[in-house]
Structure formats: structure tokens, C-alpha cells
């Protein structure tokens, strides 16, 4: 009876917060491969995204190719700018214990990393990190999404406007 009681407070709990959570902090989830409407091919050079801009229809999923064609380590990001401004310092953290490098990425040392703390692993669905000529597949859906931006979070990237605006329809 008490293990009902708890699993019964603990969803009531849930639904609330559910209910009044942040709208601003919608920004869709992972995509399938299975849903994708639109393939999207994105360059990242040293401080600019191409396109620099994107128009999405609400609901839609997009596989994005991601590419580094600049000369330093990019980050492929979808988030609001909040969640931007959160994450930049798990990305100051990478840089400070040598992980994230200005060309390259210390693979060995951020899977050490990630066991003792897992933001150090960066396995967020809604980013890529790469490497110069580096590339990869992200695919998004953009459910219930508003106030989207993609943007680069390595340190200083963010600050001198390495961001897309993304335009939900």
C-alpha cells in the first residue's frame, strides 16, 4: 500500500511539473530516422554556421549534416538561449582540464573523464562536437519547439556570435 502511495505522489509530482515547466526550455527532442521530412547540410567555419539561418515547420524532423570545414574545434548546438548559456560551462570545464583543445578533441582523456562526471562525456542528443574536417548526422524533431537557437558553445565562440536562429513556423 505505501509502495502504491509513493509511485501515486511521485507521478502527481511529475504531471505538476510537467505542467509548468518552462515553456522556454522546449525545444523539441531527438528525431528517427524513420520521420525525417528535410535533410539539411550545415557547414561550421572558424565563427559562422551556413546557412546562418534555418526555417522549420512546428513537428518537423530534420537530419542535419554537420560538417567542420573551419581550422578549430566546433559544437553543432540546438538549444534556447539559456540552455546555451548553461552549457558553455560544462564546454569551459572540457577546456580546462585539457579535453577540448583549439584543433582537437582528447577522446582518451574525455571517456576517462566521463566516468567520474558525465557532462565530460558531451553525448547530448541535441549536439555535435567536432573536430576540423570532422562530420556528423544530428536528427531533430522540433515538437512543441519555440525560441530555438543552434549555436557554437566553446568557449568564446558563443559570445562573438557563432549562433543560427532557427524560425519555427
Known amino acids: 500500500m505505501i509502495k502504491h502511495l509513493f509511485i501515486i505522489t511521485i507521478s502527481i509530482i511529475l ?9 522556454s526550455m522546449m525545444i523539441g527532442k531527438k528525431g528517427k530516422q524513420e520521420d525525417v521530412t528535410r535533410v539539411i547540410k550545415v557547414l561550421m567555419y572558424d565563427n559562422y554556421f551556413e546557412p546562418s539561418s534555418f526555417q522549420v515547420q512546428s513537428g518537423e524532423t530534420i537530419k542535419f549534416e554537420v560538417e567542420n570545414v573551419g581550422e578549430l574545434v566546433h559544437e553543432f548546438n540546438i538549444a534556447n538561449s539559456k540552455m546555451h548559456i548553461q552549457h558553455q560551462s560544462e564546454m569551459q570545464k572540457m577546456v580546462e582540464m585539457e579535453i577540448l583543445l583549439a584543433d582537437s578533441i582528447d577522446k582518451d582523456k574525455m571517456k576517462k573523464m566521463s566516468k567520474m562526471d558525465k557532462s565530460m562525456a558531451h553525448s547530448h542528443a541535441n549536439s555535435v562536437l567536432l573536430e576540423p574536417k570532422g562530420s556528423k548526422d544530428l536528427i531533430w524533431k522540433f515538437e512543441n519547439a519555440s525560441d530555438v537557437e543552434i ?19
Not at 505538476?16 to 515553456?23: L, N, Q, R, V, Y
Not at 549555436?151 to 519555427?168: F, L, T
Open 15 to 23: 504531471s505538476i511539473s510537467t505542467a509548468f515547466a518552462d515553456k
Open 151 to 169: 549555436a557554437c558553445n566553446v568557449p568564446g565562440h558563443y559570445e562573438v556570435g557563432m549562433i543560427a536562429k532557427v524560425a519555427i513556423n
